[in-house]
């Protein structure tokens, strides 16, 4: 396919809606004199801190249902929620769901906002459901695990558009306030036109919850997710995909044409880590001769990078997670404001837009995002040069369907990728 023939694809096969803001008559009568309810789904430490997060956000929300696959997860997080303002977590024992369809009950309970906050994996079946209906949406990135949940995204976030949902992503940098007066100026051309960005996410190891003797295979798998690429997508789709994001914000979300990379396990290989790598170096290429390298690890004992670089031709920018946002260019620019809590801004802005009747739309971009990292993993797991469209349109799904999840289902995890022998669309 020709350049222009790629970005006519690209376009009609994700969702070409920028974050609005516009009035809608539905939400005219609300104000902050009534009572905003709350269901989270996915109650682990994330789902814990965006609940919190949300409780903070406005003055008069409670959350009156809680739902998760392991009540012990559920406990934990209404324990936690109650300590910090028990008036505002009002959540019987009618309202606490265990399960696989607890989701579905969270949901049809009568909240008005749901915090999809589970294992990545269900995140298309649970964004799905919230989105038919009818609810207000924060949805954890990454928002599928394999492109037929890529698809699934989109197709859902179609309806919520339709429907004047308000949907706030995961993607947190895109709230943080240093990161976004950056790419602001980036996409003003404080830089001109961008030739390459460098990102890197280089980190220690992660957690691991041994095997205890009540768990069958399934609690397993479920309870050390992050390990298994059914479940998690791999390091560069659940954790990685952060710094894809930024190259995707700096690149004005557009997707790049074509993939290529190389991946494996180095340190990680003993069986307890399922079947992620622990490495990924992966070059983009876009449509117009741009280049953006992506880089990650988890490697105990390795030196840590978080990092973006932005290369143009009339200047550079750079970021340096925690410490560091400047620009070298036209004008040398370096953020030396006040720094804000950028998972506290998401839930902040989402609920004041509620109130005032408009609408976030955060769909394109952790739709492409998330394609982004799954493009990454698939070309280093298959040894191939990819192309978006390719890795959009394949029909392998990393994991049993969502809808026939149960502690009995035999997950059978997809052996560790081999280069070259892998087959990933």
């Not at 009950?105 to 079946?125: E, H, M, Q, W, Y």
């Not at 003003?188 to 768990?215: C, H, K, M």
């Not at 506290?344 to 004041?352: G, N, V």
Request: proline content about 4%.
């Amino acid at each position: 396919m020709n350049n222009q023939n790629r970005r006519d694809f690209i376009k009609k096969s994700t969702i070409a809606v920028a974050a609005t803001a516009f009035f809608n008559p539905s939400f005219s009568q609300i104000n902050t004199s009534n009572v905003l309810k709350i269901g989270l789904v996915g109650c682990g430490g994330r789902g814990t801190g965006a609940a919190s997060q949300a409780l903070k956000a406005d003055p008069n929300v409670i959350i009156t249902a809680m739902g998760d696959v392991f009540e012990d997860r559920l406990n934990e997080a209404y324990d936690s929620l109650s300590q910090m303002d028990a008036s505002k977590v009002q959540v019987d024992a009618a309202h606490k769901f265990i399960g696989f369809d607890a989701y579905q009950k969270v949901i049809d309970s009568g909240v008005d906002v749901v915090l999809l906050t589970s294992t990545p994996a269900f995140r298309p079946l649970h964004f799905e459901y919230a989105v038919n209906a009818g609810k207000h949406i924060f949805c954890e990135k990454p928002v599928a695990v394999d492109a037929p949940g890529v698809r699934r995204i989109i197709a859902a976030a179609k309806k919520a558009k339709e429907k004047n949902l308000n949907v706030v992503s995961g993607f947190c940098f895109r709230y943080e306030t240093p990161t976004r007066e950056l790419m602001k100026r980036v996409l003003d051309g404080a830089v001109g036109d961008i030739n390459s960005i460098s990102t890197f996410r280089n980190g220690g190891e992660a957690w691991y919850l041994p095997r205890q003797p009540d768990w069958n295979d399934t609690t397993y798998y479920m309870r050390n997710w992050y390990y298994y690429n059914g479940l998690s997508g791999d390091i560069v789709v659940e954790q990685a995909v952060h710094s894809l994001d930024m190259m995707s914000w700096a690149m004005k979300d557009v997707m790049p044409i074509k993939v290529m990379g190389t991946g494996g396990r180095q340190v990680r290989t003993d069986p307890k880590f399922g079947n992620v790598y622990d490495h990924f170096a992966v070059e983009f290429e876009y449509a117009n001769g741009a280049r953006g390298f992506h880089f990650t690890r988890q490697q105990a004992g390795t030196t840590s990078r978080n990092s973006v670089d932005i290369l143009g031709n009339q200047g550079r920018a750079n970021i340096n997670v925690t410490s560091r946002h400047e620009i070298f260019g036209k004008e040398n620019w370096r953020y030396k404001g006040a720094m804000n809590n950028m998972y506290q801004t998401q839930h902040d802005e989402l609920f004041a837009a509620i109130r005032a009747g408009k609408v976030i739309d955060d769909a394109e971009h952790m739709s492409n995002s998330t394609l982004l990292a799954i493009m990454a993993r698939d070309a280093c797991y298959s040894g191939q040069i990819l192309t978006t469209e390719e890795v959009l349109n394949s029909n392998i799904v990393l994991g049993p369907k969502l809808e026939d999840y149960s502690w009995d289902l035999a997950l059978n995890p997809n052996p560790v990728a081999i280069p070259g022998v892998t087959k990933v669309v």
